[in-house]
């Protein structure tokens, strides 16, 4: 049973790890049948080239945009951009004046719209709707002497005296189709009425002034819709909270348009002067904590989350210039890093040879599962999440190197120190697993956290080598359980590593010890060449393991000398 247990969880946790390989190799294979993803990892701005993008800001009533502005407007792009699955995005300030969007290759409709969609979002209460996304044809439209005249100074954003006649033709002449690609071209004043249309319900819209500024959002999420007794409806919904002026000023919207007909018990959101939803207010909010829900799929949910989480944009943008940009640093900083990569797995090598003898096999082993691990999530987070691999990512792989083999280190040094205490291999192995399994928990847990707080305050390239390194870190922890260990277990039944073959790197009497009992009746014989095997490096073996004892193993090995004297001097008395 002593060698069936270890056997077993060892062909047991290789099998895990072939199936993650087996399912990671199906997702990539369906990914390159697909055309969404290669065998080749997709490469971030530095090392590819992109787009620029020169955005010109257009702040309502013409004035320039401050300093502070700007700041805002950069946060909110770069979240924009980083939410839609692009990395390694630059996104600057030019001259006070501009911003410069810096995206790797092409970016493709979908991230090119969100980027010009980068205007004012709004809450506009509805006053009038009507189902048409066209012009109303002339002989269809309102005569003059029947167009609305207000007939009182409007009392708030729902007021249809905000309804003039000016206002109505707008409406009945608005051809929403064309309306569309203006975009953020068309600035609107805030404190006036406007008419918009909701290209995805086909509606248009007369709207009231702004009632409450996207700016006041501080939070959107998406989620299963709830019905009143918390039980889901199978639908979606879209949350939302305000903040502390937004709460205030959307509990007031509330509780005037609610007790309305329809349509003007809704409020529309606007991005960019369109519609982007219009729900009806069904209750008063007072908490500031909004649902959106109505046919939303989880897809349509979470898109209006993002735009409304980051859609709060203190300013519009327009698009001065955009154009193809070359590498930053090319091919040749690309072939540099993988050399500097080789040469340290080279190194990492000759070292684990030269101290581990062929032990240092299963770290090589160790690494290149490791390494194969890593590409896999790298070219399938490139396909799902728009991942791309910089020059300071590869650093950050290229450190993880030297960090996934110091894991191999601490295990095969405890397996040392057991063999050097006399415990025969197998018992080495498991026993020095567990004293070695915490050290490398705490140390990946140390990495991890340092990856997640770097990645969380830095910005662009750096954000690369943090995402690398946790990505490693990650990736060494599942080798090290799924591979390594299992690996010395199996090993440590063979005849080679077993019986310490000088070769193996686990000879105990190589080690600066003797090995008492192997169990089963037996003591384990002398290495014969033992002696002449020793010399300098097996006395520097044997006071490196004294050096690394703990506290206790000094103690405990005190008090052996000390028996050890004593039952030496009552031999003396007695001859």
Known sequence: MSKTGPIRHARKALLWLGVIFIMLSILMGVGIMTNNASFAPKLALDLEGGTQMILAPQVSGGAPATQEQLDQAVQIIRDRVDGSGVS???????????????????????????????????FRAVIEADQRVTAVPEDQRTPAKDLPKPTAKPENGSDPNWVDAKLQKEFEAFDCVAEIGKGASVVHDPTKPMVACEPSTATTYILGPVEVPGTDIKDASSGPERNSQGAPTGGWSVNLEFTGPGQAAFRTVTERITPLAPPRNQFAILLDGTVISAPRSQAIIADGRASITGGFTEASAKDLAEQLKYGALPISFTIQSEQQISATLGTDQLRMGLISGIIGLVLVAIYSFFQYRLLGLVTMASLIVAGVLTYQAIILLGWAQNYRLSLAGIAGIIVAIGLTADSFIVYFER???????????????????????????????????????????????VKGFAFTLGLTAIADLVVVFLFTHPMLQILAQTKFFGQGHRLSGLDPSLLGAVPLYRGAGQIRRFNQEAPEARGKKNTAAAAEAERRQTIAERRQAAAKTGSTGNADTKESDRG
Do not use: H
Not at 93 to 113: H, I, L
Not at 425 to 443: C, D, F, N, P
């Open 415 to 461: 397996v040392r120190d057991e063999l050097r205490e006399g415990r025969a291999l197998i018992s080495a192995v498991e026993t020095g697993w567990k004293r070695a399994k915490r050290t490398i928990i705490a140390s990946k847990a140390v990495n991890l956290l340092a990856a997640f707080v770097l990645y969380m305050v830095a910005v662009g390239n």
């Open 88 to 122: 390694e995005a630059e996104i600057t300030t030019q001259s006070g004046k501009n911003v410069v969007v810096s995206m790797p290759g092409v970016p493709d409709a979908k991230t090119r719209e969100l980027i010009k969609a980068s205007a004012n979002m709004e």
